[in-house]
């Protein structure tokens, strides 16, 4: 049973999948978690659908749980021991039981160990890793699941992907020479890979031109054509200009229309089925995400000409005129989405990153400050409210909340050198050159080709 993407659902799982879309939108995590169930019951290779369902999970469940076991350590309750029984008889029958136990806990190694090894069985690959890299973005420091999640990707000749479990293992446990070894061995494998991949004409030289393999690439995703596209809308078009009121009509047209990335025509037919529908929620939501595609469409273009001609006043005055709108609609959108569920940190700092962007610093400090009450996003928020706070020249607040963002931050990942980066930018700007000079080093001695940093630190010792 191979994994499929959201044009394989079926006919009946396509609306439940729309609604959860919709209800995790507007934050509505009990319900979508339900209807995601329902579509993974009957659709298990639907990988899109468990990434959401992880998703909503994690918002209800606040993050990683304190392990409960023997000095910390995770066991297996009672409860997914018997699942692990059941996988073995029948491991399709299993995937929906072990979700029940992610349910209680999205980050259980054991589970999520459960369900690699489940789908491993039935070929569902794309799903066994996601299991582990679960694992990895909750507990990075478990050297156990992760080595397996590198094997895997080893396994596969995935052997960039690899390294990177490899490297993360060492960050927590620096001494592990099998991490070390692997590390090696996988940046080497990978190097010739690429090596081999460079020798041969990429796909795209081979190409006349790239229109050519962006259409190839579309018809992997679609699996018509656009030639095949535009047929079936010919066609479409003829049903619905005999009956412009037929829901099913309208709905593939707009579905059609959607795929050919033809937003504006996506927007209007998702709209008119929105109105037919008597108010179906999902297709409001398709309405409204493709009046974003179509705005930042126009954006993009409008961009793209202002930059091939920079002297045309029209133009950039144009562009302006559209960056203010589009700002001014995500503003609104994340208002009412806040108005929606007033006590939901996300949608709080969703808002914030809204105001800030759209320059109404003050607006946005006591939303971002609502945000961090959730530990999984209290990082980038305590980030963002740095940056609210130096945008208005309140640089000693900015730099206590950059301060306490690292102190949530351990491994020196791309998020703490974020934060050190910026950190050292206030400190330059109030003239406390040491204090500056520490966070880039900060990041020198880790990452010598971080931005501008190697810069920064060697000019100081001129």
């Given at each position: 049973?191979?994994?499929?993407r959201?044009?394989?659902?079926t006919?009946?799982a396509?609306?439940?999948?729309l609604?959860?879309?919709?209800?995790?939108q507007?934050?509505n995590?009990?319900?979508?978690?339900?209807?995601l169930?329902?579509?993974l019951t009957?659709n298990?290779?639907?990988l899109?659908?468990r990434?959401?369902?992880r998703k909503?999970e994690?918002?209800?469940?606040?993050?990683?749980?304190?392990?409960?076991g023997l000095f910390?350590?995770?066991t297996?309750?009672?409860?997914?021991?018997k699942?692990?029984n059941?996988a073995k008889k029948?491991?399709l029958?299993?995937l929906s039981?072990?979700e029940?136990?992610l349910?209680?806990?999205?980050y259980?190694?054991?589970?999520?160990?459960?369900?690699?090894?489940?789908?491993?069985?039935l070929n569902?690959?794309?799903?066994a890793?996601?299991?582990?890299e679960t694992?990895?973005?909750?507990?990075?420091?478990?050297p156990?699941?992760?080595?397996?999640?590198a094997?895997f990707?080893s396994s596969?000749?995935?052997y960039?992907?690899?390294g990177?479990?490899?490297?993360?293992?060492?960050?927590?446990?620096?001494?592990?020479?099998?991490?070390i070894?692997?590390a090696?061995?996988?940046?080497?494998?990978?190097?010739?890979?690429?090596q081999?991949?460079?020798?041969?004409?990429?796909?795209?030289?081979?190409m006349?031109?790239s229109a050519?393999f962006?259409?190839l690439e579309?018809?992997?995703?679609?699996g018509?054509t656009r030639?095949?596209l535009?047929e079936?809308r010919?066609?479409?078009?003829?049903?619905?200009?005999?009956n412009q009121?037929?829901?099913?009509?309208?709905?593939d047209?707009?579905s059609i229309?959607?795929?050919l990335?033809?937003w504006?025509n996506?927007?209007?037919f998702y709209?008119w089925a929105?109105s037919?529908s008597?108010?179906?929620?999902?297709?409001e939501a398709k309405?409204?995400?493709m009046?974003?595609?179509?705005?930042e469409?126009?954006?993009?273009?409008l961009?793209?000409a202002?930059a091939?001609?920079?002297?045309n006043a029209?133009?950039?005055?144009?562009?302006q005129?559209r960056q203010a709108?589009?700002?001014a609609?995500?503003?609104?959108e994340a208002?009412?989405?806040v108005?929606?569920?007033?006590t939901d940190?996300q949608?709080?700092?969703e808002l914030?990153?809204?105001l800030?962007k759209s320059?109404?610093?003050?607006?946005?400090?006591?939303?971002?400050?609502?945000?961090t009450?959730?530990p999984h996003i209290r990082?980038?928020?305590l980030?963002?409210?740095?940056?609210?706070?130096?945008?208005?020249?309140?640089?000693d607040l900015?730099?206590k909340?950059?301060?306490?963002?690292l102190a949530?931050?351990h491994a020196?990942?791309?998020?703490?050198?974020?934060?050190l980066?910026e950190?050292?930018?206030?400190?330059?700007?109030m003239g406390?050159i040491?204090s500056?000079?520490d966070c880039?080093k900060q990041i020198y001695?880790?990452d010598?080709?971080?931005?501008d940093?190697?810069k920064?630190v060697?000019s100081s010792?001129?």
């Amino acid at each position: 049973m191979p994994e499929i993407r959201e044009n394989e659902l079926t006919a009946a799982a396509k609306p439940l999948w729309l609604k959860a879309l919709t209800a995790a939108q507007a934050s509505n995590h009990d319900y979508a978690i339900t209807l995601l169930q329902s579509v993974l019951t009957d659709n298990p290779g639907f990988l899109e659908a468990r990434k959401l369902l992880r998703k909503c999970e994690l918002q209800l469940t606040g993050g990683v749980k304190k392990k409960s076991g023997l000095f910390g350590i995770q066991t297996s309750g009672m409860g997914l021991m018997k699942v692990q029984n059941q996988a073995k008889k029948d491991p399709l029958g299993a995937l929906s039981l072990i979700e029940k136990e992610l349910e209680k806990d999205p980050y259980n190694e054991s589970a999520n160990d459960l369900l690699f090894e489940t789908c491993l069985k039935l070929n569902f690959f794309d799903t066994a890793a996601f299991a582990l890299e679960t694992v990895r973005n909750g507990t990075p420091e478990n050297p156990k699941l992760l080595k397996k999640l590198a094997a895997f990707y080893s396994s596969r000749e995935m052997y960039e992907l690899a390294g990177e479990v490899y490297n993360d293992i060492i960050k927590h446990h620096p001494t592990d020479g099998e991490a070390i070894k692997g590390a090696k061995d996988a940046t080497a494998r990978a190097s010739m890979q690429k090596q081999r991949w460079d020798e041969n004409a990429s796909m795209r030289d081979l190409m006349r031109d790239s229109a050519q393999f962006e259409e190839l690439e579309k018809a992997s995703r679609t699996g018509l054509t656009r030639e095949q596209l535009e047929e079936r809308r010919d066609k479409t078009i003829e049903k619905y200009n005999t009956n412009q009121n037929h829901l099913g009509t309208v709905k593939d047209l707009a579905s059609i229309y959607e795929q050919l990335e033809d937003w504006q025509n996506a927007h209007s037919f998702y709209q008119w089925a929105f109105s037919l529908s008597s108010g179906d929620v999902a297709l409001e939501a398709k309405a409204s995400a493709m009046k974003d595609k179509a705005i930042e469409a126009d954006l993009r273009a409008l961009e793209k000409a202002v930059a091939a001609d920079p002297s045309n006043a029209e133009l950039r005055t144009a562009m302006q005129a559209r960056q203010a709108e589009r700002l001014a609609d995500q503003v609104r959108e994340a208002q009412r989405r806040v108005d929606q569920n007033p006590t939901d940190p996300q949608l709080r700092y969703e808002l914030g990153n809204a105001l800030y962007k759209s320059g109404n610093h003050s607006a946005a400090i006591p939303h971002l400050q609502q945000a961090t009450r959730n530990p999984h996003i209290r990082t980038k928020v305590l980030l963002l409210l740095g940056r609210t706070f130096k945008a208005k020249a309140m640089f000693d607040l900015s730099i206590k909340q950059l301060s306490d963002a690292l102190a949530d931050l351990h491994a020196m990942d791309d998020t703490k050198k974020e934060v050190l980066y910026e950190k050292g930018l206030i400190h330059e700007e109030m003239g406390d050159i040491l204090s500056a000079l520490d966070c880039f080093k900060q990041i020198y001695e880790v990452d010598y080709g971080y931005r501008d940093v190697a810069k920064r630190v060697e000019s100081s010792y001129a």
